[in-house]
């Protein structure tokens, strides 16, 4: 979860120009987004180094769902080619080779 209490937490902290530097149509919408860990407070050029070193980066926080989910996919293959024997496959992959490179008998 965010350290913050509340998405107004956030946006006291905001210039509140409302400028879409961020993308965000708002500074709100903005605040809205790092509360639910979306994005993070560094994205704001308003906001110093001390504010987002005092409340933590995204990175600090929990993971979204697709963050998880990557995590996932990429630990299933590395698992699966930790079971792959890759000297097997490349002897096949050599014969296959010879086999397309030999001229054929007509």
Known sequence: ???????M?????LEKTNCRKCNKPT??????????????????SFVDEKTVKT?????DKRKTGSEQDY???VSYLKEQ???TDLESRAKILVQIKIFQLKPSIA
């Open 1 to 7: 979860m965010s350290k913050f209490k509340n998405v």
């Open 9 to 13: 937490q956030v946006f006291k902290l």
């Open 27 to 44: 500074c709100l919408a903005f605040a809205a987004a790092v509360f639910q860990v979306q994005v993070s407070l560094s994205k704001c």
């Open 55 to 59: 409340y933590g980066d995204k990175n």
């Open 71 to 73: 995590q996932k996919a």
């Open 81 to 83: 080619i930790k079971q």
